[in-house]
Every structure is written in C-alpha cells, then in structure tokens.
C-alpha cells in the first residue's frame, strides 16, 4: 500500500537492508539493482528540482508578462482618456475662438458702420453749409447788385455836368464800356462755386450783417 506522503531519497535506498532469509534472493543482484534504482532516482531528483527551477522561473516571467500587460492595457486606457480630454479641449478652444473671432468682427463691421454712417453726417453738413454759403453769396450779390444799379441811376450825367461847369465837351473821357453787373452775376453759377471754402469770408458775414 503506497502512502502519498511517503518520500523516498537515494540515500535512504542505499541505506535500506532487505535482511537475509534461507533461499532468498541474490544479495550481490539486490544490492545492483537498489544501486540503480538509487541513480535513478537521484537523476530524477536532479530533473524535478531542474523542472521546478524551470517552472518557477516560468511563473515568475507569466507573472511579470501579466503584470506588463495590466500596465499596458492600464497606459492603453490612460491614453484614450487623455485623447478624449485632449480632443474635448480643442473643440471647446476652437469653439472659443470661433465665437471670438465672430464677435471681432462684428465689432470691425460695427465700427465700420458706424464711421460710415459718421462721414456721411460729415457730408450732410458740408453739403448744407456749401448750400448756405452759396445762397448767402447769391443775397449779398444781389443786394450789391441792387445798389450799385440804384447809384448808377442817381450818378449825374457826365456831358451836363461838364457845361455846367463850363468845360468843353470834347474834354469829357467818356466811361469804359464794360458788361451789365447782371451778366456778371449770371456769370457766377453753383457750378463755378464748388471749390469755394465751406465758411463765407468775413466780409461776406459783415455785409449780411448790415
């Protein structure tokens, strides 16, 4: 009956004594033969211990390879994590800068709306005060114009004055023809007038004044 906790060694093959009996067996035969039996078992001690050294060694990499593993599937979801906060913050960051960009630019559109609209005040004004000036020109022309036919009336006449006081009349210079102050007012259009300055000269604004 074999036990499982019973451990057989060389040694003690070697050591073990069968006894002698009357017509047993060959001593010399017995002895050969616990003699082989004992190598064989010391080879095979020599393979198991080799074989558990071999295995062991075998558990021990299956175990760093398991190890390694976890570490790579942990880095693996280390990385799609961090990929995804990586992405997400681009898109927020691209979205911030989109948003900026339009609000930029609705603010350029703004200011340019907003200086055009500016200008063509500008414009307004310059076009009512060119206006103004020119109607102010056109009055004080005519009012000029008024009085200088009203003195031309009442101006004396040359001959007669000249025998009133006892001058030969060949003596008279007659005046130098020149064109009607009428012409030369008519002469003076708006469009002759779009160079002149926005403001009317001073003497221009005394002569309204008056």
């Known amino acids: 009956m ?27 035969r017995v ?19 080799d074989l558990e050294g071999k295995a062991r060694s075998f558990h021990e990499q299956l175990r760093a390879f398991r190890e390694r593993d976890k570490a790579l599937n942990e880095a693996l979801v280390s990385a799609q994590q961090l990929r995804g906060e990586i992405r ?3 898109d927020r960051e691209a979205q911030l800068l989109v948003r900026e960009a339009r609000a930029e630019g609705d603010r350029i559109i703004d200011d340019a709306r907003a200086e055009v609209r500016r200008m063509q005040t500008e414009v307004d004004a310059l076009d009512r005060m060119k206006r103004s000036y ?7 022309m005519t009012r000029q114009l ?17 025998t009133s006081i006892g001058a ?13 102050l009428r ?8 469009d002759a007038l779009d160079d002149a300055p926005p403001a009317a000269p001073s003497w221009i604004d005394q002569s309204v004044d008056e």
């Open 183 to 190: 012409a030369e007012v008519a002469m003076l259009d708006e």
């Open 31 to 49: 002895d050969q033969f616990r003699d082989q039996v004992a190598e064989e078992l010391e080879r095979l001690s020599r393979l198991t211990a």
């Open 146 to 162: 008024m009085e200088l036919e009203a003195a031309e009336q009442t101006m004396p006449d040359m001959p007669a004055l000249a």
């Open 134 to 140: 020119m109607a102010q020109l056109r009055a004080l």
């Open 2 to 28: 074999q036990d499982e906790a019973f451990h057989l060694t060389p040694l003690d093959v070697r050591r073990y004594d069968f006894g002698s009996a009357l017509r047993g067996y060959d001593k010399v």
């Open 168 to 180: 030969p009349m060949n003596t008279v210079v007659p005046p130098t023809p020149r064109p009607s």
């Open 88 to 90: 997400d913050q681009a």
